[in-house]
C-alpha cells in the first residue's frame, strides 16, 4: 500500500523559506506512470493546488504561486520537496504531498501537516 | 480559474439513508471531475476520478455522475464511516480546482 508521509517544521517566521519533504513508501517516485505534488488547505478556508513533479525533474505550478514556489525530487530517497519563499501569515495552512495521475487527478494523499507562519 | 460549486455545504442525514452531493463547475470540463472524501485528522482519500471511475478499492456504494458543467457524488445506504467531508474537483484546466467542500453529519 502506497503511503505518503510529510514532514518539515511547524513554526516559520514570516519572509523566510518553508521547506517541506514527502518520503514515498510502498512504491517508487520513478515510476513513470505518474506527478508528485503538493496541495495546501488554510484552516477554515478551500483547497489550493500548488504544484507538482515528474521524477525527471519537470514541474507544473499553479501561477498563483509560481514565483515563490519550487519543487524538487530526490529518486535515491524516494521523496519530494517543496519550498516556498517570501511567507505571510496567509500561507499558514495543512500541507498535503500527492500522487498524482495522469490530467492533474490525484489517487493517494499523505495525511497533510500544519504549517504556522507567525513571528 | 474554473470555479467549483458544491451544494450543498452540509447535510443532516442518518444510518441507511441515500444522500447526493452537487458540483457545477463554472465552465465546461467534460469529464475531468474527482471526488474524495476527507475525516478530520486523517488523509484524504480519492473516491472517484474521470467524473464516474471508482478508484481501487472504494466500495460501489460510491457512484459519480455528470459530464459538462454539472456532476453528482451518490452515497447509497450511509454507514456511519461515510460521515465526512466530500469534495470535488476538476482537472479539465491548469491549475486544478476545488469545491468548498460538503460535511455530511449524522
Known amino acids: 500500500q502506497l503511503q505518503l508521509q510529510e514532514s518539515g517544521p511547524g513554526l516559520v517566521k514570516p519572509s523566510e523559506t518553508l521547506s517541506l519533504t514527502c518520503t514515498v513508501s510502498g512504491g517508487s517516485i520513478s515510476d513513470s506512470s505518474y506527478y508528485w505534488g503538493w496541495i495546501r488547505q488554510p484552516p477554515g478556508k478551500g483547497l489550493e493546488w500548488i504544484g507538482s513533479?515528474?521524477?525527471?525533474?519537470?514541474?507544473h505550478y499553479n501561477p498563483s504561486l509560481k514565483s515563490r514556489v519550487t519543487i524538487s525530487v530526490d529518486t535515491s530517497k524516494n521523496q519530494f520537496s517543496l519550498d516556498l519563499s517570501s511567507l505571510t501569515a496567509a500561507d499558514t495552512a495543512v500541507y498535503h504531498c500527492?500522487?498524482?495521475?495522469?490530467?492533474?487527478?490525484?489517487?493517494?494523499w499523505g495525511q497533510g501537516t500544519l504549517v504556522t507562519v507567525s513571528s | 480559474d474554473i470555479q467549483m460549486t458544491q451544494s450543498p455545504s452540509s447535510l443532516s442525514a442518518s444510518v441507511g439513508d441515500r444522500v447526493s452531493i452537487t458540483c457545477r463547475a463554472s465552465q465546461d470540463i467534460s469529464i475531468y471531475l474527482a471526488w474524495f472524501q476527507q475525516k478530520p485528522g486523517k488523509a484524504p482519500k480519492s473516491l472517484i476520478y474521470?467524473?464516474?471511475s471508482l478508484h481501487s478499492g472504494v466500495p460501489s456504494k460510491f457512484t459519480g455522475s455528470g459530464s459538462g458543467t454539472d456532476f453528482t457524488l451518490t452515497i447509497t445506504s450511509l454507514q456511519p464511516e461515510d460521515f465526512a467531508t466530500y469534495y470535488c474537483q476538476q482537472y479539465h484546466a491548469y491549475p486544478p480546482t476545488f469545491g468548498g467542500g460538503t460535511r455530511v453529519e449524522i
Open positions: 500527492v500522487r498524482v495521475m495522469g490530467a492533474h487527478s490525484v489517487d493517494y
Open positions: 474521470a467524473a464516474s
Open positions: 513533479i515528474y521524477y525527471s525533474g519537470s514541474t
